[in-house]
């Protein structure tokens, strides 16, 4: 497991986006983890707001989705989007699960998407949770991943690897998996709600589970997650190092802002 800084990267429109550098490596695939650069909405979601559960004007973020889709993936895709609920659902995606933006609510519940189509675009979205992208070098599948608290609890990012190996044949062998920009422990200060529910994977979190200075725990979802996906056979795994909470220049954050924020997104397409 590798913790490193993703590359960040400023597209001719003003969209700034980081990659992973592994992902990027890749001729035939595409992907994004978005930051709050370079959009149209208004304060305090400003200005590239990507959730489309969020109390925006549906055309701003229609455009913010057409400005991001630009910048890094050089056209107007379809996207298959995700109703997020903090739960382990992991759906299969096809071109029937593309949607236009303003209808982006419509689509049915799940925590991730996985696919082996080409030429559509898995999209989740993000405000401090964990966003995971996963890509099979052999079978040319893919998957996107929101592994909040709950959901890391629920063990989503193995049973995201486990959709793979049960749609596509995948061996763990050939998976890279990305761990994007997610709220540090560092700013992850919580009760013992949320490390009763990591009790369930033993010593194995441990490490990652502190207490601080007020009473609190301090947890890192990053690298509990990246953890669980070792533990479970996947050996290239890259974590990237920024925290949400911290860096309120390039991302939105639910802990630092509280309801009135944007989200961010996590996407990614076979070519």
């Not at 675009?121 to 099979?136: E, H, K, N, R």
């Amino acid at each position: 497991m590798h913790l490193i800084p993703f590359s960040e990267v400023s597209a001719e429109n003003g969209v700034t986006f980081l990659v992973c550098p592994a992902l990027s490596e890749i001729k035939n695939l595409r992907h994004c983890f978005s930051t709050r650069i370079g959009g149209v909405s208004k304060p305090p979601r400003d200005s590239l707001n990507l959730g489309h559960a969020e109390q925006d004007e549906a055309g701003n973020v229609a455009e913010n989705y057409r400005r991001i889709l630009k910048a890094a993936f050089s056209k107007d895709a379809p996207i298959a989007f995700t109703k997020q609920i903090h739960k382990d659902f992991v759906r299969l995606a096809d071109t029937s699960d593309c949607l236009p933006v303003e209808q982006a609510f419509t689509a049915q519940e799940c925590d991730g998407l996985i696919t082996d189509t080409k030429n559509i675009v898995l999209s989740g979205y993000f405000a401090d949770c964990v966003p995971i992208l996963l890509y099979d070098t052999a079978k040319h599948a893919c998957g996107v991943v929101h592994a909040g608290w709950r959901g890391t609890a629920m063990a989503i990012a193995q049973k995201g690897v486990a959709a793979m190996q049960a749609n596509f044949g995948t061996n763990l062998a050939d998976i890279i998996a990305a761990i994007g920009p997610s709220i540090g422990p560092c700013c992850f200060l919580c009760h013992d709600d949320v490390t009763t529910a990591m009790e369930v994977f033993g010593p194995l979190v441990k490490p990652f589970i502190k207490k601080a200075d007020d009473g609190r725990f301090s947890v890192d979802l990053k690298q509990i997650n990246g953890t669980l996906l070792a533990n479970c056979g996947v050996s290239e795994i890259y974590v990237c190092e920024s925290c949400t909470c911290c860096d309120k220049r390039r991302f939105f954050s639910h802990r630092r802002q509280g309801p009135s924020r944007g989200a961010m997104t996590a996407m990614i397409e076979l070519l």
